[in-house]
């Protein structure tokens, strides 16, 4: 991306008409610092293979969410997937000299494998939801800063690659061993090569799960460059931050691992409860680990129109973290009164759910549909926001879309 910001500064505004294809009429206006914003679109959707109606956040780190209605697929295909970035994208990828070394305090002789050695080991598939931390984010009030996602940020695509474990056993870890982290490829904005843009992990404990897995391949493709291409930590379940795109290191801890965002207050929410606003000081942080429940309506559209006395079958997903759901309800009468939905199983531990209902306006007029799943343990999705916290993470609250009928 650098290179084409640099390559758009350098090249006069004829240059950047005719890659446009029209004349910027009020060319002689335009900032010295300011893209053409369609400029800058055509770089994200072409250049990651993007629906158009992914929603850009930021363009440095980019950042994009998708919309509700377009995360109806079962499997998420990578054109739909939001884009988490803290840094910049690798470049120039040399995928037959690419490592991952396994390392840390934890490690007594560390150990190096390429892709083809790792292919070496049982391959494994399954389906993960991966949702950011601050989905849900915008929601906020007092507002937290950071990218303001709405409900786009989360994907459930089929990850294939090696257990985490078995590379783990491979290598030999010290019984003191406590907490992976992980080293991406991607670079830090500042441009400084000693800094990393993040390097989180998980307890070992989550690191030795079946479902966790070095994938290096999604949806039976190559990973996407955006999604972490060529190798990529998945963990389902948990924020998405823990898993590392890009990877080319991994580190097995003796204590929390304390890389890049894992102290002060990233990734992490109060450990009790605060009033809107408060400052919280970072001793009272604690890392989120499991995400909460919650769920979507992906079908249809918020503000489509059915004509009276017709059914409409509503449908989505739900998740909660590293438990099941096992309730799905809607409402139409803003949630005075909720029916069963249907609700299927995961295709496997830590993969979305499908659920659908058939429903039956009374009469003409505008309806919402609101969406509440609950998950084993029988924590309910609140209809409002749930506990504010200063960085604006966890927002599980129901998801509503309007219907009008005519
Ligand atoms: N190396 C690296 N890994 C990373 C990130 C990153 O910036 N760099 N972002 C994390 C965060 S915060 C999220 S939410 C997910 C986003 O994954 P996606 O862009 O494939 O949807 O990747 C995680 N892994
Ligand atoms: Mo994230």
Redesign the pocket.
Known sequence: MSNRRDFIKKSSLATISSILGVDIVFAKNLPKDVLPLLLQEEGFYTKFNKHKDMVILNDR?WNAEAQAHILDDEITPSSK???????LIPENIDVDNWNLTIDGESVNTPKSYTISELKKFPKHTYRLT?E??GNGRSEFNPPAKGNQWSIG?V?CAEWTGVRLRDILEDVGINQDAVYIG?Y???THLSGNPEKN??SRGMPISKALMDETIIAYAMNGENIPL???FPLRLVAGGW???V?????NKLVVRNKIHDGAKMGGQSYRVPCTAVAPGSKVSDDQMCIIESMPVKSLITYPKSGAVISENRTLNVRGHAWAGELKVNKMEYSIDFGSTWHRCELKAPHNRLAWQRWSANINFPKKGYYEVWARATDTNGTMQPMVLPGWNPKGYLNNACHRIAIKVN
């Open positions: 780190p997937m939001f884009v988490r970035n803290n840094g991966l950011c931390g940020a994907s992980y991406g490829a991607d843009p993040i955006a999604h972490g924020p998405a931050s898993s590392g795109k890009w990877i």
